[in-house]
C-alpha cells in the first residue's frame, strides 16, 4: 500500500519540481540580465525554499541539502551582506542543473542518486564564509559575548538601517555602585540620558526586569546614536551612583553570522538525531512509553564534572533507557563537555518523578525536562526528512518492492498531461449529452420513424466532433514546454563560443499534441546550435560586416492551418551555396553535372543529406556530421518537414511545419482504381480538372500548369501499381504542397471529406514508400494513408 | 512452468509438412478476413487487415517459403505473432493443435541443402508420428 502511495507522491512531486525548477530558470535567466532586480532574488529564493520542503517531505535529503544552502546565499544576498555577482550565478546555474539532473534521475529510477553534491554545497557554503571573513576583517572584530547571540532579528535588523543612515551602534555595559539603593530609578536616569542621545535597541536584563529592579548591578544595553563614544561616555560618567561604564561600537554583521552559526549548529544537532534514535521513539511510543529530551546543567562550582554525570546517568538509567546523549556518552566520560548536555531517556516514569530525582542530586543547576511527543515536531523541518527515511527502513521488503515497481517507471513518467479544469468539464458535458442521445435512439428504435432517426444521427455527428475538439484540446499543450529550455541553452552556448546572442521567443503559447511535443525539442536544439555555432557570427566580424555585435536569433511559432509553424531566424552569415555545392561533390553526395543543375535552392536543400556536414572545423557543439538529416528525418517521422531559406550575410531561416496532431487528422478519401487511398487534407490546397492535353511530357517529367506556375504531374496509379485508365480525357486532380513545393496527383474519382484515426501500419511495413499508416473506415476495411511528402 | 510453455509449439500445415510456431510469439489464430493490398510491398505480403482495430500485415507463408500457391479455403487460418514487437499474421493452410517438442527432441536444421528455405529453419522436431518443421519467426519477419 505504501509503495503505491509513495510512487504517486513521487509523480507529482517530479511534475511539481519540474514546473518550479522552470521558474527558477527563467528567474536566474532575467537576474542575470539585471542583476540588481530583487524580486528575482526573491523568486529563486522562494523556489529553493519551496523545493527543499518538498525534497524534504520526499526523503530525499541531498536535493532538500543543496537547496538549504542555495538558500542561504540567496538570505544573504536578501540582506545585502552578500553582493551578487557573476560566480554566484554560475554556481546557482550549476545547482539548477543538478537539481534539474537529480529530478530527472529520480523519475526514473524512483530514488534519489546517492551524490551529496560535496563539492557544490561546499562552494556555497565557501561564498557566504569568504564574505563574511571579508566584513569582520574591514570592520575589526569585537568580542561575543553571550548574550549578544540572543539578539532578536529586530535588533539586527534595526543596527542595519541604522548603519545605513549614518547612526553608530554601541554596547554599553554598566556597573552600578555596590551601594546603589534605588537601582531600579538610577538605572531609569541612565536610560533617559541615553535616549535623549539616541535609541536604545536592546537592553539584557530586558526593560521591563530593570524597572522592577529584578537585576544584580550591571545591565547591558544597545544603543543607536549619532553621538561618538567619547561623549557617550562623558555624559554617563556625570550620573552618580555608577561604577563602571563600558563602552563598545558594535557590529550586527558579527552578531548575525553569530546567530547564523548558532542555528546552524542547532540544526545540525538535531541532524545528528540519526534514523535508529527516532526508530527506537516511535517504537518506544507504540508501546506506550515515554520518551524525554532532558537538558541538564551542572554548577559552575561542580569539580568532577563526568563523576558528577556518571551519577545522572546511573540515576536515569535506573528509570528507563538513555537512547541518546549530546554531547556523545564517551566525551562525557573524558570530561569533554562544558557545564550542560541533552540526553533523550524513554521511560515509563513521568517527568514530574524524573525532575524530581535529577534535582535530588547534588551539583545539578537546571533540569530542563520535554515530553518528546511527535518526533517530527520535537526535530523540526529536518526531522520530517528522517522521518521518511525511518518508514523506509522500517519497510525493507517494501523498499525491494519499490525497486522492482520502478524499473518500469521509465516508460511511465513525463507522459503526464496537465489540463485546465474548464477543459476537463467541457469533456464531461459532452460524454454526458453522448448518454443522453444515447437513450434517446433507444427510444427510437422502438418507433422507428425516420425523421426522428436522421435528427438523432445529426445530433450524434455534432456531439462526436465536440468530443473529438475537446479530447484534442486536452492533449495540447504549449509549445513553451520546449521552448523554455532555450534561453537557458542560448546563454550557455554563447558563452562557450564568446558570442553575443539575443534571442527572441514569439508565439510560445501556440499549441500542439502532447505527441508532438516530445518529438519535436531535439531537432530544435540541433538546429538553434546550428545557427549560432555556424550561422552567428564572431563579435568582431560582425562588426567588420556592419552588422550589431550582438547576433540575434528568434524562435518563432504560429498556427496554420492543420499545422504548427516553427521558426528559426538568424542575422547570421547565412548558407553559401557554393560552399555546399562544392563540399556535395567532394562528398560524392552529387557529380559535378548534377551540381551545375541544381538551382540554389535545391543545392541548400543538400544539407539535409546523410553525412553532410560544411563547418570547416569540428566544434564541439555541431558539426561532426551528424547532422540535418537526423533533424529531417526525425520531423518527417511525425509528418512533418522543414526547409531552409537562407540568404549570404543576411541570415538563415528554418521552416518545421508539423501538424497539430498525430492521431485524428481530417483526410480526402480518393479511389484508385478499385482501391481507397486517404489524403490529408492539411497539405491540399486545390481540386481541379485537368484535360488530358494540358499534361505535358518534359524529358520524362509530365508537368502541368496550376495558377501560372508549372508543376510535377504525379500518376499515383503507376507509384502504387494500379492499372490506370487512359481512356478518359479529363483527370481529377488533386493539387497538394509540401512547404513552399507543390504537386499534382491524378485520381480516378474522389469519395469525399472525412475525419480519419491513424494507425501506424507497424513495424514490419514502416519501410514501404508512398505511405504514412492506415485508417479503419466505415465498414471494418482498411484505407491506407498516402505521404505526400514522398510523392512530391 | 515457463520451461513447459517455451517447449510448446502451435503446429499448422502447409501442404503436407507440419510447421511449427514457439506458442510464445503467438498472439492469436484468427480465420481469413478481407485484406487490403499494400502497394510497393514485398510478394508475399498480402496486404493489412483489420484485427479489433489494429493494422497487422499479412505474410503468406507458402510464398514466403517458395511454396506453391493453395487457394484459400475453410480451414485456412492466419497465425497472428509478436516478435521482436513486430506483430504480424502468417497464412497457413490449417492449424489445430498445440505440441509439446522436448529440447531433446528437436534436430538441428539440415545444413548441406542449399536453398533459401533453411534459413527459415530453427530446427527439425521429431514427435512419435511426425517431424515437425520449426520456424525461424526472426528470419521470416526479416526484409
Known amino acids: 500500500m505504501m509503495d503505491l502511495d509513495f510512487n504517486q507522491y513521487i509523480d507529482l512531486f517530479v511534475e511539481e519540481t519540474k514546473e518550479h525548477l522552470q521558474i527558477m530558470n527563467e528567474a536566474l535567466l532575467e537576474l542575470e540580465k539585471d542583476i540588481t532586480n530583487r524580486s528575482l532574488i526573491d523568486e529563486i529564493f522562494r523556489v529553493a525554499h519551496t523545493l527543499k520542503g518538498m525534497a524534504g517531505t520526499m526523503g530525499f535529503n541531498n536535493i532538500s541539502n543543496l537547496t538549504h544552502e542555495m538558500e542561504n546565499v540567496l538570505q544573504e544576498i536578501r540582506n545585502n551582506t552578500i553582493k551578487l555577482n557573476e560566480d554566484i550565478i554560475d554556481i546557482i546555474f550549476e545547482c539548477f542543473d543538478v537539481l534539474e539532473y537529480s529530478v530527472n534521475f529520480i523519475a526514473v529510477n524512483g530514488e534519489e542518486e546517492e551524490d551529496s553534491y560535496d563539492n557544490l554545497i561546499n562552494r556555497l557554503r565557501s561564498i557566504t564564509k569568504k564574505e563574511q571573513v571579508q566584513l569582520t576583517v574591514n570592520d575589526g572584530i569585537i568580542p561575543n559575548n553571550k548574550e549578544e547571540t540572543s539578539l532578536n532579528q529586530y535588533a539586527i535588523n534595526a543596527m542595519k538601517e541604522a548603519e545605513k543612515k549614518g547612526f553608530s551602534s554601541y554596547k554599553i555595559t554598566i556597573n552600578l555602585n555596590p551601594k546603589c539603593v534605588l537601582k531600579s530609578a538610577r538605572a531609569f536616569i541612565i536610560f533617559n540620558t541615553l535616549e535623549s542621545m539616541g535609541d536604545i535597541i536592546y537592553s539584557n536584563p530586558p526593560v521591563e526586569d530593570i524597572e522592577d529592579e529584578k537585576f544584580d548591578l550591571e545591565f547591558t544595553i544597545i544603543l543607536i546614536s549619532k553621538v561618538n563614544k567619547e561623549e557617550l561616555k562623558r555624559k554617563l560618567e556625570s550620573i552618580a551612583e555608577i561604577d563602571n561604564i563600558n563602552i563598545s561600537n558594535i557590529n550586527y ?82 570530561e569533554n563537555f562544558d557545564l550542560s548536555f541533552v540526553v533523550i531517556l524513554i521511560s515509563k516514569v513521568d517527568g514530574y518523578k524524573l525532575k524530581e530525582a535529577l534535582e535530588g542530586i547534588a551539583e545539578v543547576e537546571k533540569v530542563d525536562i520535554t515530553l518528546i511527543e511527535d518526533v517530527k515536531k520535537a526535530i523540526g523541518k529536518e526531522g520530517t526528512s528522517t522521518k521518511m527515511n525511518v518508514q523506509h527502513k522500517s519497510s525493507p521488503s517494501n523498499m525491494k518492492d519499490n525497486k522492482t515497481n520502478i524499473v518500469n517507471r521509465e516508460k511511465k513518467i513525463g507522459k503526464t498531461v496537465r489540463v485546465d479544469i474548464d477543459r476537463l468539464d467541457n469533456l464531461m458535458n ?63 552556448l554563447s558563452k562557450e563560443l564568446n558570442k553575443q546572442i539575443n534571442l527572441q521567443m514569439l508565439g510560445e503559447e501556440t499549441e500542439v499534441d502532447r505527441t508532438v511535443i516530445d518529438e519535436i525539442g531535439d531537432p530544435l536544439i540541433h538546429i538553434i546550435r546550428n545557427s549560432i555555432d ?189 492499372d490506370f485508365n487512359e481512356d478518359v480525357d479529363e483527370y481529377v486532380v488533386v493539387v497538394v504542397r509540401k512547404g513552399e513545393k507543390q504537386a499534382g496527383l491524378l485520381v480516378d474519382s474522389l469519395i469525399g471529406q472525412q475525419e480519419i484515426v491513424i494507425k501506424p501500419l507497424g513495424k514490419y511495413l514502416s519501410k514501404i514508400k508512398y505511405l504514412s499508416g492506415a485508417t479503419i473506415l466505415g465498414n471494418g476495411s482498411i484505407s491506407l494513408i498516402l505521404d505526400v511528402n514522398s510523392l512530391i | ?132 518443421i520449426l520456424l525461424n519467426l526472426r528470419k521470416i519477419l526479416e526484409y
Open chain 1, 534 to 722: 555556424h550561422g552567428i557570427e564572431m563579435p568582431e566580424e560582425r562588426t567588420r560586416l556592419g552588422k550589431p555585435e550582438e547576433g540575434k536569433l528568434i524562435l518563432k511559432a504560429y498556427p496554420d492551418g492543420n499545422n504548427v509553424v516553427i521558426e528559426v531566424i538568424d542575422d547570421g552569415r547565412g548558407i553559401d551555396p557554393v560552399k555546399v555545392k562544392d563540399k556535395a561533390i567532394q562528398k560524392e553526395i552529387i557529380t559535378e553535372q548534377e551540381g551545375d543543375m541544381l538551382s540554389e535552392d535545391e543545392i541548400v536543400a543538400l544539407l539535409f543529406t546523410p553525412g553532410f556536414s560544411t563547418s570547416d572545423k569540428v566544434s564541439d557543439l555541431s558539426g561532426r556530421g551528424v547532422g540535418l538529416d537526423v533533424v529531417k528525418s526525425k520531423i518527417e517521422s511525425i509528418n512533418g518537414s522543414v526547409e531552409i531559406e537562407t540568404n549570404i550575410n543576411i541570415g538563415t531561416k528554418f521552416i518545421i511545419r508539423i501538424p497539430l496532431t498525430l492521431a485524428i487528422i481530417q483526410a480526402l478519401l480518393v479511389r484508385l482504381g478499385n482501391e481507397i487511398y486517404a489524403i490529408p487534407l492539411s497539405s491540399i490546397t486545390e481540386i481541379t480538372d485537368i484535360k488530358k492535353e494540358d499534361i505535358r511530357d518534359i524529358q520524362g517529367q509530365e508537368i502541368m500548369l496550376y495558377r501560372g506556375k508549372t508543376i510535377p504531374v504525379v500518376k499515383l496509379n503507376k507509384l502504387l501499381n494500379i
Open chain 1, 253 to 334: 554583521r558579527d552578531l548575525s553570522g553569530e546567530q547564523k552559526n548558532i542555528e546552524f549548529q542547532e540544526s545540525k544537532k538535531l541532524k545528528e538525531l540519526d534514523e535508529y534514535v527516532i526508530n527506537i521513539i516511535e517504537e518506544a511510543k507504540e508501546k506506550g512509553l515515554n520518551s524525554y529530551k532532558i537538558t541538564i546543567s551542572l554548577s559552575s562550582q561542580c569539580m568532577l564534572k563526568s563523576a558528577r554525570a556518571f551519577i545522572i546517568f546511573n540515576t536515569l538509567e535506573s528509570m528507563g533507557d538513555i537512547i541518546y546523549s549530546n554531547p556523545p556518552v564517551e566525551d562525557i566520560e573524558d
Open chain 1, 430 to 492: 459532452l460524454v454526458s449529452e453522448l448518454i443522453i442521445i444515447k437513450t434517446r435512439m433507444d427510444d427510437l428504435s422502438e418507433s422507428s420513424n425516420r425523421e426522428n432517426m436522421v435528427e438523432a444521427i445529426e445530433y450524434l455527428e455534432r456531439i462526436t466532433t465536440s468530443l473529438h475538439d475537446a479530447v484534442m484540446k486536452v492533449r495540447m499543450v504549449p509549445i513553451e514546454r520546449v521552448f523554455n529550455r532555450f534561453p537557458r541553452m542560448v546563454r550557455d
Open chain 2, 1 to 132: 512452468m515457463s520451461s513447459e510453455i517455451d517447449n510448446k509449439y502451435v503446429i499448422s500445415k502447409l501442404g503436407d509438412e507440419y510447421y511449427g510456431i514457439p506458442i510464445n510469439n503467438v498472439i492469436s489464430i484468427e480465420k481469413m478476413g478481407t485484406t487490403t493490398r499494400v502497394p510497393n510491398a514485398p510478394k508475399y505480403v498480402t496486404g493489412v487487415t483489420n484485427l479489433r482495430g489494429e493494422v497487422v500485415p499479412i505474410i503468406n507463408l507458402r510464398k514466403k517459403l517458395d511454396m506453391e500457391e493453395h487457394e484459400a479455403d475453410k480451414n485456412s487460418r492466419i497465425v497472428i505473432v509478436n516478435v521482436d514487437n513486430i506483430v504480424a499474421g502468417l497464412t497457413v493452410d490449417s492449424s489445430s493443435e498445440v505440441l509439446e517438442i522436448h529440447k531433446d527432441n528437436i534436430d538441428k536444421p539440415p545444413s548441406n541443402e542449399n536453398n533459401q528455405f533453411v534459413e527459415y529453419v530453427s530446427g527439425i522436431g521429431k514427435t512419435s508420428d511426425k517431424l515437425i
